[in-house]
Every structure is written in structure tokens, then in C-alpha cells.
């Protein structure tokens, strides 16, 4: 159990900063910033897919697969725990610290996994990887907008972000074909976002130094350790059906496979918005005993997850294969009903989501490890089952099974959040 510093009480919630912006206010900027990035990020994809072939799809692709889960590791999800630390137990230099000696780890172990790919996948794997861990470094001080509820700074970052990532992926494969140069410049945007916009966003927030204290990172490190092993088994929960995709189908059908899992972004933008806009004062309804409060919003939350769930599952039924078919080429429209299985995935996910963002406010942390842990084995269980034989359409159904049970896990965790009350969270 983490001691909070002497000079922190459980008592201590603070207000919202002068300045910080309304929930309403908050989530309709991070809309705007992730439906930007998001979209530009599909655009990335799309370029790939118009400008080269769906080999060259999959080997980006197979970056992202490889890359993501050891960077989201290393970032142990500390944005989160920043956030949501309505007790000041812990100050930015701690957190930034901490992000940075993870995520240089990390990108020095991604350099040495990506010789066994070799060529240009492993080129590729590794150029995903720095750009990510770029990306890394920002959430440290997305963590601290975010806390001080200042999110329309995030959102602009995250626009910058997306336009050049698609300025310079697009430029990068027009020219050349290759997704290794693609990558670079990918990873170039994410580099120059943060010297450029994120960094001078959070300037007047006080000291941006980091801070090396031995002692004080150990038991930050052991803090979030649970959260960073969620997010690994989150990342690996999204890409082992693209492992076993591409060992028994080849990258030309993840290409495909890829491609169509983007077009749920639009949920995924909106759930994102909406749950980061809440987080802090998620947390401060529950640090505080109100849960009334925690209560109210977090069911105002579910009811938003459950009408975008239903909006893109009408829409994938509806339109699903023309829009493929338009979007990218003919040859990605050719299983319509895989669409459909992943719209209802996602669907699951969006509820699944608010209810992960109520579970890190309440400071439950290791019991998300353990849960994440089932939904792993389910997720690889289904993968060797389904995908061999149905391919792409069986790393859909994969999706959806992983995400009832993480449904269902999230649910049961919250409500005995609710029960037990803060002050046997696990974060003390």
C-alpha cells in the first residue's frame, strides 16, 4: 500500500483550478481534438491504402500490433493516475520522471525486438515505436492539463498532431511506397507536436522539470504498475487477433482487417472525450464521499456509451460496405458482415470504457490487472480458435467475445467500488 506524503490528507480534494473549463465545455473540446486526430489518423490509413497496397497496410499495421503494447506498458497509464489524484499525493516532476525513464526503456528494448523482424517490417516496427514513444512523453503533460481541467490545450495538441501525422505519412508514401518511410514521418509529427505545441501548452502550469528521486519513483512506479499492466493486456487484447491474422492469412488480409476496425473510431472519439473530460471530477466525487454525485454522472456517462454503441451498429448494418468500398477500395468491402461484428464490439467497448474511467477514479487499480488478465485468455483462446479458420471474420467475433466479458468484469468491479466506499480503495 502507497503512504500518501505528510503533508496530503484523504480529506484534501481539491477544487478545480481557476480557469478550468465546465464538463460540457471540457468534453466538447477533446471532441473536437480526438475527432481531428482520429479522423486524420484514419486518413493515414486510407492514404496507405489509395497511395500503396494492402501489403504495405499490413506492415504498418504490424508496427503498431508490435510497438504499441510495450509503449503503453511503459506509460503504466500514468495520464490517468495524474489525473485522478485528487489528493496531491504525488507532484508533475514525479509523474514526468517516471514517463520518461519507462518510455526510454522501452523504445531501447523495441530497438532490439524489431532486429527479428529485420527488413523493412522491422524498420517499420521500430519507427512506430519512437513515434509512440514520443507520444508517450505527451500524455505526462496531457496528464497535468487534464488534472488542472484545461483539456481545450490537449485538444489542440492532439489536432496538430493529427494534421501532420497525415501531412508527413502522406507525403512519405506518395513518394516512396514503403512503410518503413511512412513510419518515420509518422513518428517525425509526433516529435515535433511535442517540442512545438504540447510542451509551451503547459508552461504556465508551474515547474515542468522532472524529478529523480530514487524512493518517490519506486513507489509511483508501484502505484500504477497494475494500471500499466492493464494497458498491456488492453493493447494485446486489440492486437492479438492481428498476430494471428497475419501468421495464417498473411498482411494483406490484416490490411483489411485493419482498415475496417478503424471505422469505429467515431465512437471510440466521442467515449475518449467524454471519459477524460470526467475523469477529475469523477475522482473528486469519490475522494470526497459523495457517492450520490460519482453515481449520477457515471450513469449519465453509460447512457451517452450505450446510444453511440447502438448509433454504430445501425450505421455498420446500414452502410457498412459501401462505405468501405468508397473509403478505401472495393477489395476491403468484400465480408460486410465482419463490419458488423466489429461495430458491435465496439459497441460493448464504449459502455466498457466509461465504466474503465469510473474504476481509475475510484483508485481501483490492481483488481483491473486481474480482470484484464481474463480477458486476455479469452481474447487469445477465441484468436486460436476462430481465425485460422474464419479469418477475418473470426478476429471480429474475437473482439466481441473479449469485450463482453470485459463488460461484464467492469461492471462487477464498479458496483463493489460503489459498495464498499473510498475509503478501502486500493490506492492508499
Known sequence: ??????????????LPVDGAAPLRRNAAWMFAGTAVYAGCQWGCLAALAKLGTPAVVGLFALGLAVAAPLLQFAGLQLRAVQATDAAGAFAFGDYLGLTLLTT?????????????????????????????????????????LQKRERLDRV?????????????????????????AWAAGGWALAS??????????????????????????????????????????????????????????RGAAELGVFAAAAYLVVVGNTAVAALGQSASPSLARCYESGDLAAYRGLLLRLLSAGALAAVVVVLAAVAAGPPLLALLYTPEY???????????????????????????????????????????TVVTAAASALLIPRHGARGAALTLLAAAAVQLLGSAAVVIDALCRGPRRREAA
Do not use: H
Not at 203 to 215: E, F, K, M, Q, T
Open 191 to 248: 516529435a515535433l507536436t511535442l517540442c512545438g505545441c504540447t510542451i509551451p501548452a503547459a508552461l504556465d502550469s508551474g515547474p515542468l522539470r522532472p524529478r529523480w528521486r530514487a524512493r518517490r519513483l519506486l513507489r509511483l512506479a508501484w502505484l500504477a504498475l497494475p494500471l500499466g499492466f492493464v494497458l498491456l493486456l488492453l493493447s494485446l487484447n486489440a492486437n492479438l487477433p492481428r498476430y494471428f491474422l497475419e501468421r495464417s
Open 1 to 14: 500500500m502507497t503512504a500518501l506524503p505528510a503533508n496530503a490528507t484523504r480529506s484534501a480534494v481539491p
Open 333 to 375: 468491402a468484400a465480408d460486410g458482415l465482419m463490419i458488423v461484428w466489429l461495430a458491435v464490439a465496439a459497441g460493448l467497448g464504449f459502455v466498457s470504457s466509461f465504466l474503465g474511467y469510473a474504476m481509475t477514479a475510484a483508485r481501483r487499480f490492481r483488481v483491473q490487472a486481474a480482470l484484464f488478465g481474463v480477458v
Open 155 to 179: 485538444a489542440r495538441s492532439l489536432a496538430v498532431n493529427g494534421v501532420l501525422s497525415l501531412a508527413l505519412l502522406g507525403a512519405a508514401v506518395a513518394l516512396t511506397g514503403s512503410a
Open 104 to 144: 526510454g526503456l522501452a523504445v531501447v528494448l523495441l530497438g532490439g525486438a524489431s532486429l527479428a523482424f529485420g527488413g523493412e517490417a522491422g524498420l517499420t516496427v521500430l519507427l512506430v515505436g519512437v513515434g509512440k514513444g514520443f507520444d508517450g512523453v505527451g500524455e505526462a503533460f496531457f496528464g497535468l
